[in-house]
C-alpha cells in the first residue's frame, strides 16, 4: 500500500519536474545567446580601435628593425678590411 503511495508521488512529481527542467534549459540557452550576442558587440566596437593600435606599434617596430640594419651595415663597413688598389 505504502509502495502504491510512493510511485504515485513519484510519477507526479516527475512530471511536475520535467517541463521545469526544459523550462531551466531554455533560460540557459537564452542568457548563452545574450552573452555571446553582448561579446559580439563589443568585439566589432572596439575591432577598429585595436588594429589601428596594432598598425602603430607594428610601424615602431619596423622603424627601430630598419635603424638596427642601418647601424649593422654601418658597423660591418667599417670593420671591413682595406682592399688593396
Partial sequence: MFECLLAAVATRM???IIPLIVLGIYVFLFALVIICL???ARFFSTAGKEQK???MELG???EEVH???RKLEGEKEDNSPPTVG
Fill in 60 to 62: 615602431k617596430v619596423a
Fill in 53 to 55: 593600435l596594432i598598425r
Fill in 14 to 16: 516527475s512530471i511536475a
Fill in 38 to 40: 553582448i561579446r559580439i
Fill in 67 to 69: 635603424l638596427l640594419r
